[in-house]
């Protein structure tokens, strides 16, 4: 899935006639192999309806969260995040995702 989410990104540049696309699918197949993986080795006989009802409703609580955070223009906030905090940040997510495959 960590496959997808890196030449997903890359395919939908490619085709779309936008300089510039916007991809979550990093976080997401994160977010759903960790979930899967943390479910599967929990009750490794989980069955699979309990393991997409999992994701749709993660997938529909981000959705929600992300329009409302859009709805209340709380994005303005960045501009008074210093830089070097803001690059900081970034690069510990990206330990943290690099990390966390590895494990």
Same mark, same amino acid.
């Given at each position: !899935?960590?496959l997808v989410?890196a @030449? +997903?990104?890359? $395919?939908?540049?490619?085709?779309s006639?936008l300089?510039?696309?916007?991809?979550?699918?990093?976080? @997401?197949?994160?977010?759903? !192999?960790?979930?899967?993986? *943390? =479910?599967? #080795?929990?009750?490794?006989?989980?069955?699979w309806?309990t393991?997409?009802? !999992?994701?749709?409703l993660s #997938?529909?609580?981000? +959705? $929600? !969260?992300?329009?409302?955070?859009g709805?209340?223009?709380?994005?303005?906030? $960045?501009q008074?995040v210093? #830089?070097?905090?803001?690059?900081?940040y970034?690069a *510990?997510?990206?330990? =943290?995702?690099?990390? *966390?495959?590895t494990?």
């Amino acid at each position: !899935s960590m496959l997808v989410a890196a @030449v +997903g990104p890359i $395919v939908l540049l490619a085709l779309s006639k936008l300089p510039v696309i916007y991809c979550a699918d990093t976080f @997401v197949a994160a977010l759903f !192999s960790d979930m899967a993986a *943390s =479910i599967l #080795t929990k009750n490794p006989k989980a069955p699979w309806a309990t393991l997409c009802a !999992s994701m749709a409703l993660s #997938t529909a609580l981000m +959705g $929600v !969260s992300e329009w409302l955070l859009g709805a209340l223009q709380v994005g303005k906030v $960045v501009q008074f995040v210093p #830089t070097p905090v803001m690059t900081g940040y970034l690069a *510990s997510i990206g330990y =943290i995702l690099l990390d *966390s495959c590895t494990k």
